[in-house]
């Protein structure tokens, strides 16, 4: 028998344990939503990594430098610096008031619980919202899947492939819920780490050596014109900022915040988890709890943000005192609850 289909068999087989045991772990409806917020520091990180680099990460971000050249690469560094943002700033201070804000369970129902009788409107269009466009992000996903099968295993139809992915991520949500969702995304993490370790390393050795790799980069580049030895070629500053502002996106992305709703260790888990996500996804880098209580910006790039945020002080537009510190709504629209940013930075 194939070992690509004994493979893929024993990765069907295991979501769907890893499904059932979350079943016998859910025993109401806030551990089937939100996982009762008992998610410890790695799933927390791993799960959010792979709910968001999935499919474009491994199929969507090669393509489009395929398509467009090396330049194409700042979607990702865009994405990178958000991530680390998004952790740094929002993680623990979401994780800590959703909770008081009457132990909210999704980001309509908090808005609702935190700005009282005008949080109605906020709460239905927030809603509304999410559903249409993650309709639209769930549908890229199975497509996603769906192509990546199709590819993999011959004979087998889109129509088969499809309904193969999205039954079997049907099958494990609804006997799971939130858990099931956090901990296969765990397994498909690593899984993806180890491919992306994996991959560069299986080409070298394929090709022979460096110099075999650069002459297969330069006839991909001969027979597409794009370039693929440069980050600013075919590019300009415009273009640059627009791509690597995808980072902001993920500021406002439910599927990620949910992981920081969920995450057991609270605010302290938060103000870590930014350096949680680097050293099990991107890199090694150190974070300490008292870098949110730190005085002055550690780095040039904390310096910037730090003159970036700092016009943005609207006191006059929400303040109230939770937990010792104040709390400033910055440009809520994207969530940037802010805490006393300045002893932040």
Same mark, same amino acid.
């Given at each position: 028998?194939?070992? *690509?289909?004994?493979?893929?068999?024993? =990765?069907?087989?295991?979501? &769907?344990?890893?499904?059932?045991?979350?079943?016998?772990?859910? #025993?109401? @409806?806030?551990? =089937?939503?939100?996982?009762? #917020?008992?998610?410890? $520091?790695?799933?927390? +990180? *791993?799960?959010?990594?792979?709910?968001?680099?999935?499919?474009?990460?491994?199929?969507?971000? $090669?393509? /489009?430098?395929?398509?467009?050249?090396?330049?194409?690469?700042?979607?990702?560094?865009?994405?990178?610096?958000?991530?680390?943002?998004?952790?740094?700033?929002?993680? !623990?201070?979401?994780?800590?008031?959703? /909770?008081? +804000?009457?132990?909210?369970?999704? &980001?309509?129902?908090?808005?609702?619980?935190?700005?009282?009788?005008?949080?109605?409107?906020?709460?239905?269009?927030?809603?509304?919202?999410?559903? @249409?466009?993650?309709?639209?992000?769930?549908?890229?996903?199975?497509?996603?899947?769906?192509? &990546?099968?199709?590819?993999?295993?011959? !004979?087998?139809?889109?129509?088969?492939?499809?309904?193969?992915?999205?039954?079997?991520?049907?099958?494990?949500?609804?006997?799971?819920?939130?858990?099931?969702?956090?901990?296969?995304?765990?397994?498909?993490?690593?899984?993806?780490?180890?491919?992306?370790? &994996?991959?560069?390393?299986?080409?070298?050795?394929?090709?022979?050596?460096?110099?075999? *790799?650069?002459?297969?980069?330069?006839?991909? +580049?001969?027979?597409? !014109?794009? /370039? =693929?030895?440069?980050?600013?070629?075919?590019?300009?500053?415009?273009?640059?900022?627009?791509?690597?502002?995808?980072?902001?996106?993920?500021?406002?992305? $439910?599927?990620?915040?949910?992981?920081?709703?969920?995450?057991?260790?609270?605010?302290?888990? !938060?103000?870590?988890?930014?350096?949680?996500? @680097? #050293?099990?996804?991107?890199?090694?880098?150190?974070?300490?709890?008292? #870098?949110?209580?730190?005085?002055q910006p550690r780095t040039y790039l904390h310096r910037a943000f730090y003159f970036i945020v700092q016009p943005l002080d609207?006191?006059?537009?929400? /303040?109230?005192?939770?937990?010792?510190?104040?709390?400033?709504?910055?440009? $809520?629209?994207?969530?940037?609850?802010?805490?006393?940013?300045?002893?932040?930075?």
């Amino acid at each position: 028998m194939n070992p *690509m289909y004994i493979t893929f068999a024993i =990765y069907l087989v295991a979501v &769907l344990l890893i499904g059932l045991a979350a079943y016998f772990s859910t #025993r109401n @409806f806030d551990d =089937y939503i939100l996982g009762g #917020r008992s998610l410890g $520091p790695f799933v927390t +990180a *791993m799960s959010a990594g792979a709910s968001d680099m999935s499919g474009w990460l491994l199929m969507g971000l $090669p393509g /489009e430098i395929y398509l467009y050249g090396l330049n194409k690469s700042w979607i990702a560094i865009g994405l990178v610096i958000g991530a680390y943002f998004n952790w740094l700033l929002l993680a !623990g201070r979401l994780r800590v008031h959703t /909770e008081h +804000a009457n132990n909210a369970l999704t &980001l309509p129902d908090y808005f609702f619980h935190r700005f009282g009788a005008g949080g109605h409107l906020m709460k239905v269009v927030s809603a509304l919202i999410i559903l @249409f466009f993650f309709t639209i992000y769930c549908a890229s996903g199975i497509v996603a899947g769906a192509t &990546l099968f199709q590819s993999l295993f011959e !004979g087998m139809t889109y129509n088969q492939a499809m309904w193969l992915g999205a039954g079997a991520t049907i099958a494990y949500t609804f006997l799971g819920g939130f858990l099931a969702v956090s901990w296969t995304d765990t397994l498909q993490a690593s899984l993806m780490i180890f491919a992306l370790i &994996l991959t560069p390393v299986m080409v070298y050795l394929g090709l022979g050596g460096a110099e075999q *790799m650069s002459a297969a980069i330069q006839s991909v +580049a001969a027979s597409t !014109g794009k /370039e =693929y030895n440069s980050l600013f070629a075919g590019t300009t500053v415009i273009g640059i900022i627009s791509t690597a502002a995808w980072g902001l996106g993920y500021f406002g992305q $439910p599927h990620i915040l949910a992981r920081f709703m969920a995450d057991l260790d609270g605010v302290v888990s !938060g103000r870590r988890g930014s350096g949680r996500l @680097f #050293r099990y996804c991107v890199f090694w880098c150190q974070s300490r709890p008292n #870098r949110f209580h730190a005085r002055q910006p550690r780095t040039y790039l904390h310096r910037a943000f730090y003159f970036i945020v700092q016009p943005l002080d609207c006191r006059h537009y929400f /303040e109230r005192d939770f937990g010792g510190g104040h709390v400033h709504f910055v440009l $809520p629209a994207f969530g940037l609850l802010q805490r006393d940013y300045r002893r932040l930075l």
